[in-house]
């Protein structure tokens, strides 16, 4: 069960705590499906909803096309994760969260 009354800055806390200790446990330069399952396991003991690749719709001028999008993970149906294994976030990764 979501526990609705853990605000999106705990949440956040939680997803970045867990990030940590993915990347202290796996290091660097693996794929992000890598990263992404181990990032999973560790906010489900945390007690976190994950829903992974969800898919999100495309609406182009008022019209839905389908899904168009899929994000990485939506944690308690609160705060979008996009899981990056790349030196440096560039502007491309930003605007596919913006996008999102």
Do not use: W
């Not at 906010?43 to 898919?55: D, H, R, T």
């Not at 899929?70 to 979008?80: E, K, P, S, T, W």
């Not at 899981?83 to 560039?90: C, D, L, M, Q, Y």
């Amino acid at each position: 069960m979501i526990d609705y009354r853990m605000d999106q800055n705990r949440i956040g806390t939680l997803v970045l705590d867990a990030a940590f200790i993915v990347h202290k446990s796996l290091g660097p330069g693996l794929l992000e499906s890598a990263y992404e399952n181990c990032l999973i396991a560790e906010m489900k003991a945390l007690g976190l909803f994950v829903a992974s690749q969800v898919p999100l719709p495309l609406i182009y001028r008022e019209q839905p096309l389908g899904f168009g999008y899929r994000a990485d993970l939506i944690i308690n149906q609160m705060v979008l994760v996009e899981v990056k294994s790349v030196e440096a976030i560039n502007d491309i990764h930003v605007a596919q969260v913006i996008t999102l």
